[in-house]
């Protein structure tokens, strides 16, 4: 079945640091791919998504590319602020499905 | 507010009760989902409705577990003879075609069996 994995945290940064979280997925065909992140006290919110192939999702400074060739959706901002400290999921939705399929979650702790 | 509510945030119950939640979607959003989250997990879908019909079930649903969406617009999840392993994070989602069925998740209930 479908599985996402995502690399374990915390991960501590310092302000404006350079970041990037892991995400591998498994699936057939042709999935959609998330990020979701999670504020403390607050609700699951989505951050980007790629939808095909070679696809570059973008929100808020942060990237993902979609690469069918490692099954990848890796994370990445190139300066984290402490309001970016929250938890991020990967995620997918498989070809023809509607349930999303997350990974476990990366703390993201930054430090002024 | 015009996000998806739930309804209660928490809930504390003895082991074998029932509990009842409700969730209701982003008002022009035709499909509806439940997740279930534990502690330091991501969540895992339980269930999925288009409209009033429920098109889905996870292997996660137990027949302890009911999910119903009456005319298609709120859902309720009810869980019969609660156990220990219940406790958990129970979260609701909403999509349409307005936002490329994106689904927007509501702030969950909390659930602790004691």
């Known amino acids: 079945g479908d599985s996402v994995t995502q690399m374990e945290g915390p991960v501590t940064l310092s302000e404006e640091a350079f970041l990037t979280i892991n995400c591998t997925y498994t699936a057939t065909g042709y999935p959609s791919l998330f990020w979701y992140v999670q504020y403390p006290g607050e609700g699951l919110q989505l951050l980007l998504k790629?939808?095909?192939?070679?696809d570059k999702g973008s929100n808020k400074g942060f990237e993902a590319t979609y690469r069918k060739e490692t099954t990848s959706f890796h994370l990445e901002k190139g300066s984290v602020q402490v309001s970016d400290s929250a938890v991020y999921f990967c995620a997918l939705r498989g070809t023809g499905r509607r349930a999303l399929t997350f990974g476990s979650g990366t703390r993201l702790q930054v430090q002024p | 507010d015009t996000g998806v509510s739930q309804n209660p945030r928490h809930k504390i119950t003895k082991r074998g009760q029932n509990v009842t939640f409700r969730c209701d979607p982003i008002?022009?959003?035709?499909?509806l989902y439940w997740y279930r989250q534990t502690l330091g997990q991501g969540p895992e879908f339980l269930t999925y409705?288009?409209?009033?019909?429920?098109?889905?079930k996870s292997r996660l649903l137990s027949d302890r577990f009911s999910a119903e969406r009456p005319k298609g617009s709120f859902s309720t999840l009810e869980i019969q003879r609660t156990e220990q392993g219940d406790s958990a994070m129970y979260l609701c989602?909403?999509?349409?075609?307005?936002?490329?069925?994106?689904?927007?998740f509501g702030p969950g209930t909390r659930l602790t069996v004691t």
């Open positions: 409705f288009q409209n009033e019909a429920q098109l889905e």
């Open positions: 989602a909403s999509s349409g075609r307005g936002q490329g069925y994106e689904q927007y």
């Open positions: 008002s022009e959003h035709n499909r």
């Open positions: 790629a939808t095909k192939a070679d």
